[in-house]
């Protein structure tokens, strides 16, 4: 196995004094707790994220204060509970360099913003004979959309590759390009491997074939932000829960000319313009796509959640998980039998790993009684799996709000299941 | 309740001495590492003996003798590879009808407070599988799920 060389601990441990974790994390109050007696060490941020004071606050603010229905009420309060909520799609704007608050449409999660997509987008544009290209390490919730629609339309799905690093192989993946591709909708990071996918260039590639591009963006942008002009991408998704914001609420980002050409996803109020048994007319976007009274407090929680990634600064938040990647992959590869799954250059903080001789279900078993909670499993990755030829991994995915001391009890942790399992 | 199996008060009996989680973790733990490979052949980790659902792979096979069900089960990780063999051990030796008595109940006296839930609904399932063999008298689970046992 390669040895990590531990690349400028210094500079990484910096600027961790710069961010000031330890204020930071007194902002969650989750982690204060202990679990079977030792304290909490939360490194399952990968599937969702713990959230800070100030989004618990917001919802809770919203709730006693001002919560009412959004878009149609003609009183104060509903008033009041429709600016805050409209704000948070500026914000959102903002946040990922959307042209206009009107690119931003607020959907469940992103896979709905990605189900969403494939039922409009897809359904009217995609034929018989077309192609897609996923990627081989894509979250099921990018895979299975499209073979449900492939099923219905019979378009055929590529599947780009990445080398035994995990590393993304563009030579490939332009192999597969042609001007049948119609879609590339692909992860900017991996959730098992932490591989950050170079999206500015697969997107670049793919419009020279005229296919649109989707980003899958749940994992990337929590580590590095994103910036949806930059990367020229056709669509953007994410989810509120895994960037410190609430459950139920996610964004699709769209450029404007593709979502006008899109016909409504879910049909009921507040999506339409006119209403009546001899037809009826439709919102333009993004209300197009918002059928129904929306996530209201959880899309407020997460206008919190953006403002206080937004204060902390994303280019801090990334050197500081950046530190915390370098020292465990430092700590995790110097100890014998333990592989690292998953070595790209431009990783996010995320690790998975196996202890050879064990299955990955009884570390993290021994893992958690330690108080380590990490996930194991396939993670919803199952096609991933196959092409690594394991059943699983374990997998420590850090937040803004691990510090050192995490990584080294991880890293103890992994010693106390070496000793026990062995 | 009813005494089940020696092999199962055994086990109760030794899991509520036990008075910390964490070793009585550990004694599952230990539990796994005592089966063997050869206790259950490589020949019986075929998919017809495997339970469905599970995070990972467990085996459960059944062998009829004098009327009385004998149970074996493996896993490829070994907390419930632990566990399998627990609950093959604690009812192994019963009839068909005294094993239709068995209910949660029993599984929950053998005090495995130390297991995530999930695990605790594995082994529910691994006690409706013995049912299960019990009524059926036997076979493979492949021959359960399809109804042929
Ligand atoms: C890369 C990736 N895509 C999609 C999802 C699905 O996110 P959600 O369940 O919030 O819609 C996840 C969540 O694990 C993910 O990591």
Redesign the pocket.
Known sequence: MNKVVPIDIQVASNSMDAFDIESVRKDFPILKQDIYGKSLVFLDS???AQKPQVVIDAVRECYETYYSNVHRGAYFLSQKCTDVYEQVRGQIATFINAPSENNVIIT???????NLVAQTWGRKFLKKGDEIIVSE??????IVPWQLLQDEIGFDIKVAKIDDQGEFLLDTFKALLSPKTKLVAI?D???VLGTMFPVKEITRLAHEVGAKVLV?????IVHKGADVQDLDCDFY?F????IYGP?GV?ILYGKMDVLKSMPPYQGGGDMIEKVSFAGTTFQEPPYRFEAGTPPIAQVIGLGAAIKYVSDLGMENISAHEQGLLAYANELLSAIEGVQIIGQAKDKAAIISFLIEGTHPFDVAAVLDRQGVATRVGQ???EPLMDRLGIVGTVRASFGLYNNKDDVDRLAAAIGRAKELLL | MNSITPQYEDYADALEMIDDEDMRFEYIIDMGKKVKDEDFPEALRIDANLMHGCMSRVWLCDEVRDGKHYFSGFSDAIIVKGLAAMMAGSFSGLTTDELQELTTDHVRRLNLGALTTQRQVGMMAMLETFKKFGMSGGGTLAQLRSGSA
């Open positions: 990968g599937a969702s469940s999660g992103v896979t709905e913003s990605i390490v894509e979250h099921h919730a990018n992860t990071c991996s959730n899958d963006g749940a994992q990337g998704g989810t509120g829960h895994k459950t996610g993670h919803c990755a």
